[in-house]
């Protein structure tokens, strides 16, 4: 099996894993990696830029170490021309670069919270749901009611089909398992520490552009995808070109706003408007046209994501197939 194939093949594999089993329950890596990075934090922390790219390249440089050994611990002897040594050697990549996939995905597990999100604002539980969207957004709860509820959790779905689907399957598909590993690093160092806030915002600054990097070319795959996916929830793939055409370069990232604002073209919808977090209130660009978003398109938005990330790893297997052949 060329190298090509078993990378696919185990994109393929991971990604039926993420569907079948959704994030580990127990010890997830994420997790485990997270934590550290607090403990790393605690050393490295200066309220400097320098600091931060410091923090970055430690942290980040490391996992992507962890990934380059996996792959040269299945990849074994090259001068060996026995079929059963390349046979293992084959299945081993598979398996690394399956297990690597699952581990960096998190895509069922969003829309799963999607769809109970719904589930509790239909219901009239506006106090479960407000205790559910800590688990997708950093916005904060308790300032919002049944459709400003309905909105952030759609905002997060549109954002997150990219973040936690889209741009590790591309990265996977691109570096194999070191793409995979470097990217979820990235990722979650944005999700720690790229804030423009008084602590992070000279220390986080390495951290949000790397991650503003990486997911440059992943987010325009997730616009394209949900653009041209937008008729499976009753939507117009031209509707959604001209929202993200028009809308996308108004928000403050340069990622968020194509995933948004494709998502809120397709929906039919607006995002956007004032957007209260934790920290303060900010006041967001709009993004699409149309009312503001219920519950029923909240549904909608978990379908449409559901769709592109299968459509995502398809492509990703495809691509690694072919670039690697």
């Known amino acids: 099996m060329r190298t090509g194939i078993a990378t696919a093949a185990g994109l393929l594999i991971g990604f039926g894993m993420d569907r079948a089993f959704g994030d580990p329950r127990r010890g997830h890596p994420v997790a485990g990696f997270g934590s550290a990075a607090v403990k790393v934090e605690q050393i490295t922390y200066r309220n400097s830029r320098a600091a931060g790219v410091a923090h970055e390249v430690v942290l980040a440089g490391v996992v992507t170490a962890l990934g380059i050994g996996l792959r040269r611990a299945v990849a074994g002897p090259r001068n060996s021309g026995r079929r059963r040594v390349i046979g293992a050697r084959a299945a081993g990549e598979v398996a690394v670069t399956a297990a690597a996939t699952w581990t960096v995905l998190g895509g069922t597990t969003l829309a799963k919270t999607g769809r109970e999100m719904a589930d509790r604002l239909e219901s009239g539980d506006i106090e479960g749901a407000r205790a559910l969207l800590p688990s997708l957004c950093g916005r904060d709860p308790e300032t919002l009611d049944a459709d400003g509820l309905a909105r952030a959790a759609l905002e997060s779905i549109a954002e997150n089909t990219s973040d936690a689907t889209v741009a590790p399957l591309f990265w996977g598909a691109v570096a194999g398992v070191p793409g995979l590993l470097a990217y979820r690093a990235i990722n979650t160092l944005d999700a720690m520490v790229g804030y423009r806030n008084d602590r992070y915002g000279n220390f986080g600054w390495a951290a949000a552009r790397t991650d503003d990097v990486a997911n440059l070319a992943p987010a325009r795959v997730s616009g394209l995808l949900t653009t041209a996916l937008a008729p499976m929830i009753g939507g117009r793939p031209a509707e959604a070109w001209r929202a993200w055409r028009r809308d996308a370069g108004k928000h403050p990232s340069p990622n968020a706003g194509?995933?948004?604002?494709?998502?809120?073209?397709?929906?039919?919808?607006?995002?956007?408007?004032?957007?209260e977090y934790r920290h303060g209130t900010e006041l967001r660009p709009t993004l699409g046209d149309g009312p503001v978003p219920r519950v029923p398109d909240l549904r909608r938005a978990v379908r449409l994501s559901a769709a592109v990330q299968v459509a995502a790893a398809v492509a990703a297997a495809a691509f690694a197939y072919a670039r690697r052949r």
């Open 258 to 275: 194509v995933a948004e604002a494709s998502m809120a073209g397709a929906l039919g919808v607006t995002l956007g408007g004032r957007t």
